[in-house]
Nanobody
């Protein structure tokens, strides 16, 4: 499966952005989906995950309540709505797909994701 992210950009503190990730090549609903991010000089960080059905979601520490992950299987797209953005949210955001994802449980472990997009930059400035 091929993944292409979009929607990144520059935003001021407190602003919002919605990232999109479009999948192609395989049946999208067969994949658990996740978002990760990498800030300069830091390792990849788990952001959010959603199950194949969309009924199960999970968020990284401190992100729940500000970020919302969703998916539209008819459009082969997973979204990440980001609200109340902070400078520490600045990073390259990647979407990823887990071919072994279950129907209702989101995949949290990064090493279970087999497919990755190229990333989209999000910059939050004060």
């Amino acid at each position: 499966v091929q993944l292409v992210e979009s929607g990144g950009g520059s935003v001021q503190v407190g602003g919002s952005l919605t990232l999109s990730c479009v999948a192609s090549g395989r049946t999208f609903s067969n994949y658990g989906m996740g978002w990760f991010r990498q800030a300069p000089g830091k390792e990849h960080e788990f952001v959010a995950a959603i199950s194949r059905s969309g009924g199960g979601t999970y968020y990284g520490d401190s992100l729940k309540g500000r970020f919302i992950i969703s998916r539209d299987n008819a459009k082969n797209t997973v979204y990440l709505q980001m609200n109340a953005l902070k400078p520490e949210d600045t990073a390259v955001y990647y979407c990823a797909a887990d071919a072994r994802g279950t129907y209702n449980s989101p995949t949290i472990a990064m090493n279970q994701y087999s497919y990755w997009g190229q990333g989209t930059q999000v910059t939050v400035s004060s």
